[in-house]
Each structure stands twice: as structure tokens, then as C-alpha cells.
């Protein structure tokens, strides 16, 4: 379920994106991509041949991040500012006057659940540390802190950048608060697409391979004619749904409140529990020590989700 709503996210932003690069509609641009880009893509058996995109997609990133910082410092969204007039009225510039003491608001559990969908990966860590040439352990670690270290720069840069830009009017998709006469914004709009799509099939495929597990499906039945059937049916389930949707922080904030906090605080901590008791005589007193603290991260990943789908469910 975590990357159906990984992939539905996807989804959502490039029926956006496209949208306003296209001046069509959100069900026609996204029935487009799908059908001639997405789809292709995930039909891919090996997806070691999409690596070189995915590098093409990273500075795609950059090149946002850059253009975010550019017009923030130029100040053109400002009042009066040079494309203010083109931008809608819901996605102006608000700002308010508490100042830090807004981090205190509830509203503050909203971005933690979406943080804790930022990073997952882990559903494709197997596949990578397959695929990665000279697959040791030391290599693998150094790619995924490298990896996660410029995703911890990204995301921190242009969430900085679209709130101080934007304010409280700030979008689930920054790009949706730039004007669509905005080259600059426009060409970022061209790099995020292109990103997203050559991302689309990794997190797609975690998500089929885990509904194939769910539904028990030994592996040696996998054959490429099922793979394609599983592939035919959720990509159409998923778009259907995108379709529909339109609030993408919605989706990001809810499914962090509710999956992204059960996958990093509760399900490890309860497994944790688990081997411990199972080790019996042989656990060590550090690790029978740790039980408490390991719980003691479920009952605050149980708070913050709760709250977290609380103020999630008001967006709607």
C-alpha cells in the first residue's frame, strides 16, 4: 500500500505538471504520459537500463532548486512582483506573524508525515543491492548515503525555498504557486516530469511485486505474461485514481500519518520485540534493555500518526 500511494503521487504530480506545460486537462495529460511513456516502463523486466535517466532526473532537481533560489532572491512573487498578476489567487504569497512559534501548531504534524514518506526506498533495497555492480556491503552503504545525503539536501532546499517564496499558500506541488509564463519555472516543470517518470517504474514495481506477495504468488510463477497482466491492472486502478485526486499533500501527509509511521516506528520496534523474546536466556541484558525504548518509539510513531491523520483528513 506504501507505494501504491508512491506511485499514485507520482501520478498526480506529472497530471499536473503536464497539465499546465500543455494547457490541457489533468485526465487527458496524465491518460497521455501513461499510456505512451509510463506504461512502457514498467513493462521493463531489468530496470539497470534506466539508470542513466535517473541521473538525468537528479539534475533535473538541481536545475529546480537553482531556478527556486533565483526567483526568490529576484523576488518576482513578491507584491507587485513581475508574475504575481499571472499566479491564482489560492496560490499568492500568504504570510502571517507568529514567526517560530508556528512550529508549535498542529498544523506541524503535517509535515512530519510527509517527511516520513520522503525517503522510502527500502521497498526496491534488495532489487538495487542486486543490481549494483560489485555488490558488496561497503559499496552498497556508501551508495545509499550518498544517495540519501543529496535527498536530504533537495528536499531541505526547495521546501525552504517554495515556503519562503510562498508562504502558507505554499502547494502539495510547489511548481503549481509559479506562473506558466515563468520560462524559468516552466523549463523546471519539463525537468520534474522528466525526473518523475524515469522514477515512476522503480517505485511501481515495489508496489507490484508487493501486492504479488500478498497474494502469495510464489516467485517461479512469475512469468513475464502475469508480470504484464499485474502491471496492466494497478498502473489502470492507479491513474483512475489520480485522476480523481487533486490534493497531492493530502495523499503525502495521510499516507505518511498512517503507513510511513507504522514502517518506521511501530513495525520495527514490535519486530525488534519479538526476536528478543524468541532469543530467550540467550538475548543480552543491552538488548532485553532495549525492549522499553524500541516500545517506547511504537507509542510515539501511534501519537504522531494519529494526530498526523487527524490534521490530514481536515485538508479534505
Known amino acids: 500500500m506504501k507505494t501504491c500511494c508512491a506511485v499514485l503521487s507520482y501520478s498526480m504530480i506529472l497530471a499536473d505538471t503536464i497539465r499546465a506545460g500543455m494547457e490541457v486537462t489533468r485526465t487527458v495529460a496524465l491518460l497521455g504520459i501513461t499510456s505512451t511513456t509510463l506504461l512502457p516502463l514498467c513493462l521493463l523486466k531489468n530496470l539497470s537500463s534506466l539508470a542513466p535517466f535517473s541521473l538525468v532526473g537528479v539534475a533535473g532537481m538541481f536545475y529546480t532548486a537553482v531556478a527556486m533560489a533565483i526567483r526568490y532572491f529576484q523576488g518576482v512573487y513578491k507584491l507587485a512582483g513581475k508574475f504575481l498578476v499571472d499566479v491564482a489567487k489560492n496560490y499568492q504569497p500568504q504570510f502571517g506573524e507568529l514567526g517560530a512559534s508556528a512550529a508549535l501548531s498542529p498544523n506541524v504534524f503535517i509535515l512530519i508525515c510527509m517527511l516520513s514518506t520522503a525517503y522510502m526506498a527500502h521497498f526496491n533495497a534488495p532489487k538495487f543491492y542486486n543490481e549494483l555492480k560489485n555488490n558488496t556491503i561497503k559499496r552498497y552503504n556508501t551508495v545509499v ?120 516506528y511501530i513495525y520495527p520496534a514490535l519486530m525488534f520485540k519479538s526476536a528478543v523474546k524468541k532469543m530467550g536466556e540467550k538475548a543480552s541484558k543491552g538488548l532485553r534493555r532495549e525492549v522499553p525504548f524500541a516500545l517506547f518509539s511504537a507509542l510515539l510513531g501511534l501519537v504522531m500518526g494519529s494526530i498526523g491523520t487527524k490534521m490530514a483528513l481536515g485538508m479534505l
Open 145 to 264: 548515503g550518498t544517495s540519501f545525503g543529496i535527498s536530504v539536501l533537495l528536499f531541505a532546499l526547495v521546501g525552504s525555498l517554495g515556503f519562503l517564496t510562498f508562504g502558507s499558500a505554499s502547494s502539495g506541488l510547489i511548481l503549481n504557486n509559479y506562473s506558466t509564463k515563468d520560462i524559468l519555472m516552466s523549463l523546471s516543470r519539463v525537468a520534474v516530469a522528466v525526473s518523475i517518470v524515469f522514477s515512476f517504474p522503480l517505485a511501481f514495481v515495489g508496489a507490484r511485486d508487493g501486492w504479488l506477495d500478498l497474494l502469495k504468488v510464489p516467485s517461479e510463477k512469475r512469468s513475464n505474461a502475469l508480470l504484464n497482466k499485474a502491471t496492466f491492472a494497478i498502473l489502470s486502478v492507479i491513474t483512475l485514481i489520480a485522476t480523481q485526486l487533486k490534493e497531492l499533500a493530502f495523499i503525502m501527509s495521510f499516507a505518511g500519518a498512517t503507513l510511513g509511521n507504522a514502517l518506521i
